[in-house]
């Protein structure tokens, strides 16, 4: 709660204090251009370090120097989105049953068990002797997963390998029952962290809308995230309350794509709600998460929006060029 940012909205059209200098050319994606911006050579290391840097600042929040002035709170800290509290907590420390293990209900699971913040902060992903953690698992994940919705042109080489984790968000996040709160808080410290590195208006609202678009909308049709993956269920806003998508295709998910409130596993990490430690926006008017203003194209199947944006700029997702 030490910063109170409202909206993503609110972020995005404030000025960040300090950008790199130039702006994006259209046929660079955002990893490459901030990776040589930040780090000189675009090699497959650098681009994994840029992704470790912005991740981990997003789970722990801002740790490196320098940075741009900005504070990042992090997703393991709790705070308020459009003036609703949220605590993420409570899904990466074991305390509730929310995690998909591949069993028909959710399992509970510490995540913070490779070292908990420690490493994080010495740019890694977990203790060096705990490689075969969740925590470890998870967070190599993510930086592969950004990364190649990023656009990183050098994945998949040996530095810095593809995604290897669940291509369906859905099927990942679906037993946590997240709202539109929960998720707009996680894309708000995502485009937080990218702008503590400096990373630019313009990019930090292609980002944000592609995520609120992708993740935050129930019912969404099978999209491509992941290229090699093809077209996966990606809704991960599954809360009753979560705005529909335009093209809602609700019959592909589990119980017509409504999730239901996971149970406390720990009440004293889950902070000792009654029954659901995520129901913080339980009853509330349903959140119209914000709309993204930049164009996309319309209609049909994301399939060919991927394919039309890899024409286009010869990348994937986020990195074309908006
Ligand atoms: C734009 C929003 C988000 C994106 C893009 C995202 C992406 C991901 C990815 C790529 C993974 C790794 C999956 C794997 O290892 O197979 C993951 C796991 C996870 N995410 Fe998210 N996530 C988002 C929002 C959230 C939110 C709001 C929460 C709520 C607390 C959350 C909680 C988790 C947890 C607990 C895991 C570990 C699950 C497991 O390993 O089974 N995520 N997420
Ligand atoms: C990218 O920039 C070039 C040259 O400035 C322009 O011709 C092209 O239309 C732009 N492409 C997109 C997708 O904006
Ligand atoms: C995070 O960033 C803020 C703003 O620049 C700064 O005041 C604070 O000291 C930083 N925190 C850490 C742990 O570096
Ligand atoms: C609940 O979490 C606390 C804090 O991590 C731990 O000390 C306690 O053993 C846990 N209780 C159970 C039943 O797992
Ligand atoms: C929270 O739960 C713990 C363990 O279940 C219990 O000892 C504690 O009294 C509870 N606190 C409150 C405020 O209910
Ligand atoms: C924030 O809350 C206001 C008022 O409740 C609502 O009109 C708006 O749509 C919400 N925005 C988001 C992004 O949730």
Redesign the pocket.
Known sequence: MRLQIP???TLLTTAVPLTLAQSRPNDTTICDFYTTALLKDNTAANQLKLLTLIVNTVVIGNYTTPNVGIAVPGILAPGK???TEVNLAPFFDGALFSTNDGKSEGSAVNFLDGGGAKPLMENKAADDDKKDSRQYNLLTHLYEFFGSLLGCSQQGMDDYPAYNGVASMYEVHKFMNLD??QI?YFIQQVALSAASFGVAKEDLEVVGAALDKLFNKRCSPATVVIPSAGPQLESMCIASSCPLDPMAACGLYDKEGTGTPPKVANASLAGNTSSTASASATGT?S????KPTTTTPTGGAAVERVGSFAAVAGAVLLAFAL
């Open positions: 909206t993503l909205l989105f459009n003036g539109a709160f707009g008017a959140a119209t998460a914000s």
